[in-house]
């Protein structure tokens, strides 16, 4: 919801944008596709082979048929032209004794000024945060003025209270 609403208000709309994800096909890629079933937009995730996402999850979604839905491992032929470029850890929690052969694995994945020049000087940057920089996202890239991931991160707190009110009936 905060990532939504975070890109509504940068771009002005949701319905019709090019959102791509670079990096490992988790629970974010999830998320993303789970939207893509009821919202339409242009989704792409591109991560290594190896670390597609799920493909039951891909298949519910491509399956909706409300937004186009591609998973590559071709990240700057995936950000040509994109409205966001969004990014994670390439290690989670419980992931962290495999942060070192990750970072091997996803070598290319890294999102930088080079892929975000190819997206174009329009595309906003947007991570979950924390952010490993210089891992998967230069810190140049998420101090960039074309970078939310702070007004990202302060809608989360936006869209949780929201649901809490939600749920105390409020």
């Given amino acids: 919801m905060a990532d939504a609403l975070t890109i ?5 709309q949701l319905e019709g944008t090019k959102v791509v994800y670079i990096g490992d ?6 998320s993303w596709l789970l939207l893509a079933s009821v919202i339409p937009f242009h989704f792409i995730c591109a991560c290594p082979k190896g670390f597609e996402p799920d493909e039951e999850t891909v298949k519910k979604a491509q399956g909706a048929g409300v937004s186009k839905i591609e998973i590559t491992n071709d990240p700057k032929e ?11 850890v390439w290690a ?3 992931q962290k004794e495999e942060a070192a052969q990750r ?3 996803f070598q290319g994945f890294q999102v930088d000024e080079e892929l975000m020049k190819i997206a174009g000087q329009k595309a ?5 945060l924390p952010a490993e920089r210089g891992v998967e996202v230069t810190n140049g890239v998420v101090e960039a003025p074309n ?3 702070f007004p990202q991160a302060e809608n989360r707190m936006h869209a949780q ?10």
């Fill in 8 to 12: 509504i208000e940068h771009v002005g």
């Fill in 25 to 30: 096909g988790n629970n974010i890629v999830h």
């Fill in 78 to 88: 995936a950000v040509r032209g994109a409205d966001v470029v969004y990014s994670d």
């Fill in 92 to 94: 989670s929690m419980g």
């Fill in 103 to 105: 970072r091997q694995v």
């Fill in 124 to 128: 906003y940057f947007m991570h979950c």
């Fill in 147 to 149: 970078s939310i991931v």
């Fill in 161 to 170: 209270n929201a649901v809490m009110l939600h749920v105390m009936g409020l």
